[in-house]
């Protein structure tokens, strides 16, 4: 018997051992396989957030000699960088192929047989303008068309006039001219005369509203201001300002207006230099200058009622200065990146918007320098009438840590500002990356949802595990739990669609009640404790919760039903009128208001249960200590069982502070998701969870929007990875200290 009993025994040992041994080994695999899970998912945010610091790289792809003569006056390239097309003085075209140097095919600008070209610019992507010998200036379509056929693409050239127009006589041509670009309704050039003065001549078409129409002619010679010499020009593509700089490094901009043009504003853009070449940078707002000491900075027109044109010329952006002067720059068509050349032939590739200088191409010579349609290409012709195609890589050309997190001073802005704009309406739009609303309204609205969650979650908490009779505690702590099982979507839902306009008709009973409710909820308990103790005595254990209750909501709906009398005693029956006329902001419906209602009501389950779990489990011997020795049952829970209970308290706080920074669905649906730097809680906000889930269904894969996006979310990562550890890390300390009691 005794031996049956032996290997029972040991039989029953060898199980729970074996029990203990697979349990240690899922709990070790599991824990083994969270911690992959975190490395992996934190690899691969890196890895798609890397390659926004990747910096430009330039490649030689071919030369192409062009041959001398007759000499050239002007190249470009096709969007496949497949094809040069060169401009001679004598009219004719040339396309030739990259990848051999093999002419493909011959042309002529459309009015040039028997006369020769002086100048030419291209103010549009397909079109040139022209000055001809006998000083007719001419408008023609030069492009490229792309065919696909059953040997693969093809590229047929195609050249056709669009206008002339006889403005100078024979024999004259302008040493420097700028011209807009010719649309249906006209056509803008200027040009130095050799008095040193600069016509400015315009056609228009105006039409009546009867059908008819007519051109209308325009003429008009400018002088500088102070008398230099001008040395740089540039129209825009409208034609209706004028931008020319001069031997004394002065920047004047000149606006068209219905009879006469205006000088809007010069300043001094070059010291001890004069300006050698300007050229305006995509969208026209802002206007590229290299000077004749190397210097290189970006110009633009601000807002300035203070003087009398309303506007003032300002330096927005300013470069790696050249070694030499500055003798040419190409603007890229797709974004704010340009190249700039100096004498000795060194190409420095830079970007407006995050002021980098991305690359730097040893080219030997420039004569000509000309972006590839498609912004992934340069084409440099040298002095030797040699094309070199260089293929140029810069994917995020406008990243970096300041235009990411630091203030920018972007093309139309008044001055530098945070501001989060992916996205716009023209091709030509100027993409503004700050993070910094992001993160501003993540903590904004984290902090109005634990503003409104914490105080109720841990006083409930408290109440709960101290002060309520068993039965009532077991129907409230459930309940509570059952609340963190609601979807956020539609809390959401409900906060947007529901709260947020109610909220909105009755702001002030709500803004008068969350403060006055819970006064309401204390002299409920003065009359409670005022009350005679017989009455007390009859009363059920519990029963200040139903007083308590009864007065917070009396206080909420007379506050509630009274607000549009409150509204017009206190601010004249408009309170949204009022708050902008004292200086407090807007009102927008979907406002931190109520997301912070209803992210605290999401967040109030998850505080409450851990709060009430650590208050609960605080040892029953020091309760029965403290109220040994005379204390009252708040004066225990206050000076023994919170203190006890710090580490479980803190760490709630900390997991309700990372629910809050996660979510997205409430934030998404129940504020304006307008990312502003501002703390008024009437105003909404856009939080880093929100920006990803509305803008990453359409960022293109692999774009700067993309991978910034990515970025977000590894910041929101990083930022409850730090919260957790912190949390972890006090909770540590606060129980060590805490463990003798």
């Known amino acids: 018997m005794t031996e049956f009993r032996v290997a029972i025994g040991k039989r029953r040992a060898f199980r729970r051992r074996l029990a203990d041994a697979l349990a240690h080994g899922v709990a070790t695999a599991g824990g083994l396989a969270t911690v992959l899970g975190i490395g992996t998912m934190l690899l691969f945010l890196t890895a798609e957030v890397a390659p926004l610091w990747q910096g430009a790289r330039v490649q030689l792809e071919g030369r192409v000699p062009l041959g001398e003569q007759p000499s050239l006056l002007w190249v470009s390239t096709d969007e496949y960088r497949e094809l040069v097309q060169a401009i001679r003085a004598d009219g004719s075209i040339e396309w030739r192929r990259v990848a051999d140097g093999r002419v493909v095919h011959n042309s002529r600008l459309p009015g040039t047989e028997g006369l020769g070209v002086e100048a030419v610019q291209s103010p549009r992507s397909g079109q040139v303008v022209y000055w001809r010998s006998d000083g007719v200036l001419?408008?023609?379509?030069?492009?490229?068309?792309?065919?696909?056929?059953?040997?693969?693409?093809?590229?047929?050239p195609e050249t056709a006039e669009l206008g002339r127009w006889n403005l100078l006589p024979p024999g004259q041509t302008p040493r420097l001219f700028s011209t807009g670009a010719y649309t249906d309704k006209g056509i803008s050039a200027a040009w130095l005369r050799a008095d040193g003065a600069v016509e400015w001549w315009s056609v228009r078409e105006q039409r009546s509203l009867l059908g008819g129409g007519r051109q209308v002619e325009m003429r008009e010679v400018i002088r500088t201001a102070d008398g230099a010499r001008v040395q740089s020009m540039v129209l825009n593509h409208a034609g209706n300002q004028l931008l020319m700089g001069t031997d004394e490094g002065t920047l004047e901009v000149w606006q068209r207006g219905p009879s006469a043009s205006q000088l809007i504003d010069r300043r001094r853009a070059a010291d001890r230099a004069s300006i050698s070449v300007l050229a305006f940078?995509?969208?026209?707002?802002?206007v590229a200058v290299g000077d004749s000491a190397g210097g290189v900075s970006v110009w633009q027109l601000i807002r300035d009622?203070?003087?009398?044109?309303?506007?003032?010329?300002v330096r927005i952006h300013s470069f790696r200065p050249h070694q030499a002067p500055v003798v040419q720059i190409a603007r890229s068509e797709r974004d704010r990146s340009f190249v700039s050349a100096d004498s000795t032939g060194t190409l420095l590739l830079r970007h407006s918007t995050s002021e980098q200088t991305l690359a730097e191409i040893p080219a030997g010579s420039v004569r000509f320098l000309v972006f590839a349609p498609k912004g992934d290409g340069l084409l440099q012709i040298t002095l030797g009438s040699e094309a070199r195609a260089w293929r140029l890589e810069n994917p995020h050309p406008e990243v970096t840590l300041k235009t990411l997190f630091g203030k920018v001073w972007y093309e139309g802005y008044d001055e530098p500002a945070?501001?989060?704009?992916?996205?716009?309406?023209?091709d030509d739009f100027e993409p503004k990356l700050s993070l910094v609303p992001l993160v501003f309204g993540t903590v904004k609205g984290t902090l109005y949802a634990l503003l409104f969650s914490v105080p109720i979650s841990l006083l409930a908490a408290l109440y709960v595990s101290q002060f309520s009779p068993p039965r009532l505690r077991s129907a409230i702590k459930p309940v509570v739990e059952i609340m963190a099982a609601l979807p956020s979507v539609v809390l959401g839902f409900v906060a947007g669609l529901v709260l947020a306009p109610a909220v909105e008709k009755h702001i002030?009973?709500?803004?008068?009640?969350?403060?006055?409710a819970p006064l309401s909820v204390f002299l409920a308990g003065l009359l409670w404790h005022?009350?005679?103790?017989?009455?007390?005595?009859?009363?059920?254990?519990?029963?200040?919760?139903?007083?308590a209750s009864v007065f917070l909501a009396i206080t909420g709906y007379f506050f509630w039903v009274t607000s549009a009398y409150w509204e017009q005693l206190l601010f004249a029956g408009d309170f949204r009128h009022w708050i902008s006329e004292v200086g407090l902001g807007r009102f927008d419906q979907r406002n931190?208001?109520?997301?912070?209602?209803?992210?605290?009501?999401?967040?109030?389950?998850?505080?409450?249960?851990i709060a009430e779990d650590a208050l609960a489990n605080v040892p029953q011997r020091l309760v029965s200590a403290s109220l040994a020795l005379g204390a009252t049952r708040w004066q225990t829970a206050v000076r023994v069982v919170l203190p006890a209970a710090s580490p479980g308290i803190f760490s709630a706080i900390m997991i309700g502070f990372g629910r809050a920074v996660g979510e997205t669905m409430i934030v998404l649906m129940a504020t304006g998701n307008t990312p502003v730097l501002d703390w008024s809680v009437f105003t909404g906000m856009r939080t880093l969870s929100a920006n990803v889930a509305v803008e990453i269904p359409e960022a293109p894969f692999g774009g700067t929007l993309y991978r910034v996006l990515f970025l977000a979310a590894l910041m929101l990562f990083v930022i409850t990875f730090i919260a957790n550890t912190l949390a972890e890390v006090v909770r540590q300390r606060l129980r060590e200290r805490y463990q003798r009691l």
């Open 530 to 547: 005022a009350c005679p103790a017989v009455v007390r005595a009859r009363m059920p254990h519990g029963g200040e919760v139903v007083v």
């Open 508 to 516: 002030v009973g709500v803004l008068m009640a969350l403060p006055l």
């Open 281 to 286: 940078l995509l969208g026209e707002r802002a």
């Open 305 to 313: 009622p203070q003087t009398t044109t309303g506007h003032r010329l």
């Open 592 to 609: 931190c208001l109520v997301v912070g209602l209803a992210m605290g009501f999401a967040v109030i389950p998850i505080i409450f249960t």
């Open 418 to 426: 945070y501001v989060w704009q992916s996205t716009g309406g023209t």
């Open 138 to 156: 001419v408008a023609a379509n030069v492009v490229t068309h792309t065919e696909y056929t059953a040997a693969g693409r093809a590229l047929r």
